[in-house]
């Protein structure tokens, strides 16, 4: 068994102190290896870089030649020791559902970020301890032998086990379909547990249901309450962290707890897709290098598209709230220019090569987004072809029983065909042209909401600068320029920021001069990425829209066929 010990000497210096023993040894060298990435989120992290000391010594505590092999791995000359203990400590000064924190109020931990692993015995049992004071809580899924002592299967496990060690933890716990589930909650906040276990219990029931079971015995909701925006949730095998903020927001009706709901229906929808629906190429995970896959549109899309539905369906969020978050989605999507130059697959590819950042212009798409309206459109296909009486949820829990419980991993083409099983029709068309094809969606988009007696609307955004210019401004920047629009053929560019409209300097109010002037001549100063001032004139046209408004609307006048399809749709678990 190999021990890890966890403590932070002066936690006001954020710094983690962690000493690993390896028993058992039996050649004359051994490396070990901390982690490029974490699970939940496919960019390389380079966690090693907030390592400040390493050293390793015999079990008697004389030191041993240590020789570092890559940016995260080390090479450890043993001679003839079979016991010998690593040192080495890690700056944790951030929060975030990924990260690690401490500091005197709290130790946060998720240790895919900060524990070293031997990767020949990665699937030895391991032990960790706490160092932390005796009246401290611990929230976590770890399994626990003692006070702040506990232990797991694997490595895998323990990587997969974040845990928060306070003393002003916040705890309710309660069941839904004999699963215990424990909100854990640490932070400046006010949890109202009765109105949340009314809220929670509803969607977790509506998912257990569909999925047929649920994967493990208990699962814990770690929530960081955070006093700034910030919006953020990570899954793990039995539990999940999810960062939220500000805490005067988070349980207001008309503020924040919705988001609340979302992402914890979304975290949970986790616990089967992806921790046990998992792509080929991550089964088992490799800590250390890129783990390519293109199935992003599975795991975050039908996830983000569920953990929506899930809501809707058990009533916790109203037709109008599901409305605003689908309607959401095609705003992101119609706004996204490189819709037409990525597909969501390639674009799951690449998160690896530059993160979750939208990186240059209009080079590649969103997995929540594009991968979420694949999922809808899939639903409505699956729905329209087995005439209600399958759904998406089918594919899901076949992939479920016939893969993750059988120990398989999951091709593109095991989806294709699940998908193609559950239907009886073949799947290509949506398949090769969207999700592997950068072909238009909004064909697909109105067919799959006229099957489910829906709408999609087009409308003007009511923004001159958006619909006739085809610019997206944050402030006096320009975040979005629509390939081909009239700003780009006049030299404008994602990064240009915009200093005067026709001789006045907007204070962050410049749709309404946009709107004021756009049926004149517009002359508008530039600040190029360069310094450089440029003056640029135009002539909007406004019989060419570059950025239109999507949203989805009931159908008044819907066939029988379609009031079918949608009461399936709505209320099928």
């Known amino acids: 068994m190999i021990h890890y010990e966890i403590s932070s000497k002066q936690p006001t210096t954020n710094f983690l102190d962690i000493k690993l023993t390896i028993d058992n040894i039996v050649t004359p060298d051994i490396i070990v290896q901390l982690p490029a990435w ?102 976590s899924g770890l399994k626990q032998i003692g006070k702040h002592h506990f232990e797991t299967l694997d490595f895998h496990e323990l990587a997969d086990m974040p845990f928060i060690a306070s003393p002003n933890l916040k705890h309710h716990e309660f069941k839904v379909e004999d699963v215990l589930f424990h909100l854990w909650f640490q932070g400046e906040c006010k949890p109202d547990f009765t109105q949340l276990e009314n809220d929670f219990t509803p969607f977790i029931k509506n998912q257990i249901q569909a999925m047929g079971s649920f994967p493990v015995a208990e699962y814990h909701f770690l929530f960081q309450i955070l ?38 229906s979304h975290e949970l929808f986790h616990t089967w897709n992806v921790k046990q629906i998992r792509p080929i190429e991550m089964f088992p995970y490799d800590y250390s290098k890129e783990n390519y896959t293109y199935l992003g549109y599975l795991d975050e899309g039908v996830t983000t598209y569920l953990g929506d ?40 590819f690449d998160t690896w090569l530059d993160g979750y950042s939208k990186g240059i212009p209009n080079r590649k798409v969103s997995i929540y987004t594009e991968g979420s309206l694949c999922a809808f ?27 993750a419980q059988k120990g398989k991993g999951v091709a593109d083409e095991d989806y294709k065909d699940a998908v193609e099983k559950i239907s009886g029709a073949d799947f290509s068309s949506i398949f090769d042209n969207l999700i592997f094809g950068t072909a238009d969606y909004l064909p697909y988009l109105q067919h799959a909401a006229n099957t489910l007696g829906l709408e999609i609307k087009k409308q003007p955004t009511g923004k001159a600068h958006e619909s006739y210019l085809g610019i997206i401004i944050n402030e006096n920047k320009i975040t979005d320029c629509m390939p ?25 109010d410049w749709e309404q ?37 999507y949203t989805i609307e009931e159908n008044v006048t819907k066939t029988n066929k379609q009031i079918a399809n949608f009461d399936f749709w709505s209320a099928n678990c």
């Open 484 to 508: 081909g629009s009239l700003a780009e053929n006049k030299g404008l560019t994602v990064g240009d920021e915009l200093v005067s409209i026709n001789n006045i300097m907007p204070q962050n």
């Open 309 to 348: 539905l899930f809501l809707y369906r058990s009533k916790v969020h109203s037709w109008k709230e599901y409305q605003a978050n689908f309607n959401q989605l095609l705003e992101r999507h119609f706004r996204n220019g490189g819709r037409k130059n990525m597909s969501v697959a390639d674009s799951s």
């Open 38 to 139: 974490r699970p939940g989120r496919y960019e390389l992290a380079n966690f090693a870089k907030n390592i400040q000391k390493f050293s390793a010594q015999t079990k008697n505590g004389n030191p041993l030649p240590v020789k570092k092999l890559t940016k995260d791995s080390w090479e450890i000359l043993v001679d003839e020791n079979t016991e010998i203990e690593i040192v080495y400590n890690y700056y944790a000064a951030e929060i975030n559902a990924g990260s690690s924190y401490t500091d005197d109020s709290q130790m946060y931990v998720n240790p895919v970020n900060c524990l070293i692993y031997v990767p020949e015995r990665i699937a030895e049992p391991c032990a960790l301890t706490v160092h932390v004071p005796n009246e401290w809580k611990v929230a």
């Open 377 to 403: 459109i899939t639903d409505a296909f699956i729905i329209e072809k087995t005439n209600a009486s399958k759904s998406i949820l089918d594919v899901m829990k076949y992939l479920y029983q016939e893969f």
């Open 513 to 549: 001069w946009f709107n004021y002037f756009k049926d004149d001549e517009i002359i508008l100063l530039v600040k190029k990425y360069t310094g450089e001032l440029r003056e640029i004139r135009l002539k909007l046209d406004k019989s060419t829209i570059f950025i239109n408004k």
């Open 227 to 264: 006093p700034y925006r910030v919006y953020h949730g990570v899954e793990h095998s039995n539990s999940t962290v999810i960062a939220l903020g500000p805490s005067w927001d988070i349980f207001k009706k008309d503020g924040w707890y919705n988001e609340l709901l979302g992402v914890s």
